[in-house]
Structure formats: C-alpha cells, structure tokens
C-alpha cells in the first residue's frame, strides 16, 4: 500500500476486555515497531520486529501486552485484560531496514489506533 | 523512558515568523530526527542530521547539531498556518533503529 495502515482507528473497551490492533505495513519493509504514546507526551517503544522475528520486546509495559508479526507483514498487538491506564495512542511505524545499502532509518507512521478504556 | 526534551515546549506565532524548538538527550547517538505531527495523526518524517553533521537544510527547515552538548535545534522560516503541530526529536539511542522521542513542542501559526 501506499503508507502504513492501521485499524481500528478508535477502539472503546470495557475494562477487563481483550482488543486487538491491526497494523499494515508499507509493502517490503522489513522492520516494523510499535510505540504507545499518552496524551500530550511523545511515543514510547514497546516492541520491535524485523521480517516475522520479534527483535526486541523489551518495552512492553507488562505481560498483557503481546504482539505478532507471524508471516512478516501485518502485525497485531493485543492487549488482555484492558485496564484504564492502557488508554492511550498505539502507533506502529515500519522502514526499509537499515542493512539496505545507503538506507536511512526513517520511520514511517501510521494515523495510529486511539484506545480508550472505560 | 523519554531521550529528548524539547524545549519550550508551546509556541505561538504570527504566519511569517520564524520558529525556533531545541531539544536534548542524554546519551551517545548515531543521527537525531525531527517528526512532525497534526492532531489525531501519525507522525511525519522531517529531517536527520548524522552525529558527524552539525547543520542540515530542508527547505524552509535548518537543523543543528551539537553533539558536546548534546542537543539539536529546529527552525522553521516563514511559519505558514499549516505548520502548526506538535514537533519531536527522537534520536537512535534505544538500538535496533528504535526511536527514542522528546515530549514534543506544540506549535501553533496564526494566520
């Protein structure tokens, strides 16, 4: 596709419920991160994954949090058991990698799913 | 945990002026880029400027570099009311081309 995609845009969940976000990266890129960002404050990573290998987990916030990458494109990460202080922006952002001759680590974002907890 | 801090982190002007946002960080880095992002949106790659570099142009943006003092500044000429959004610094401090981001500069242009 054209840019990163991700739904839903707008997810409500019920405290205790399980959700899952979708995130659609740009065709033939090879990493693909997650970044959870609170209001009013920049992005924080929570994972990274290069092809379908989850590279690095290491800012998921707790054991609710897991994500996936299983054939190397779309991923999705699923939250169990929501609770309020989930509420938050989930962003995912993909790039070409950096081991491509002369590539630049650019990111590019997706609008990103905004996840309200109630 | 938050890399950068930009610094002020509001700021409102008149289309035509210029903006000026700064940020910091606090460990090595290999390059430093500035995101942009409107409200309700994913952010936007602007510019990056290598840890060997000390000033870069992108149209009507210039980036600096300071590497002693680790910090890098972000001006925007001639601000056009389109400009206005929230600005972030992220640098690759984290590895594996995670980004490490700023709280942001709020930027609004009055027309």
């Known amino acids: 596709g054209a840019g990163v995609s991700q739904s839903p845009r707008y997810k409500v969940a019920k405290r205790g419920q399980d959700v899952a976000l979708r995130c659609d990266p740009i065709?033939?890129?090879?990493?693909l991160f997650w970044y959870q960002q609170a209001l009013g404050q920049g992005p924080e990573f929570l994972t990274y994954?290069?092809?379908?290998?989850?590279?690095?987990k290491s800012g998921l916030p707790s054991d609710r949090f897991f994500a996936e990458r299983p054939e190397g494109s779309v991923s999705t990460l699923k939250i169990q058991r929501t609770q309020q202080e989930d509420s938050a922006v989930y962003l995912c952002?993909?790039?070409?990698?950096?081991?491509?001759?002369?590539?630049?680590?650019?990111?590019?974002f997706g609008a990103g799913t905004r996840l309200s907890v109630l | 945990s938050q890399q950068g801090e930009e610094d002020p982190q509001a700021l409102s002007i008149q289309e035509g002026e210029n903006a000026t946002m700064n940020c910091s960080y606090k460990?090595?880095?290999?390059?430093l880029q500035w995101y942009r992002q409107n409200s309700g949106r994913g952010l936007v790659h602007l510019i990056l400027?290598?840890?060997?570099?000390r000033e870069k142009h992108s149209g009507r943006l210039r980036v600096t570099l300071d590497t002693s003092k680790k910090s890098s500044s972000l001006l925007i000429t001639a601000s056009r009311a389109a400009d206005t959004a929230s600005y972030f610094c992220?640098?690759?401090?984290?590895?594996?081309?995670?980004?490490?981001f700023g709280k942001g500069n709020q930027v609004v242009v009055i027309p």
């Open positions: 994954f290069q092809n379908e290998a989850q590279l690095d």
């Open positions: 400027i290598r840890s060997n570099e």
């Open positions: 952002a993909s790039s070409l990698g950096a081991w491509y001759r002369d590539s630049l680590p650019i990111q590019y």
């Open positions: 992220a640098t690759d401090a984290g590895g594996n081309n995670r980004l490490a």
């Open positions: 460990t090595s880095i290999n390059n």
């Open positions: 065709s033939g890129h090879v990493s």
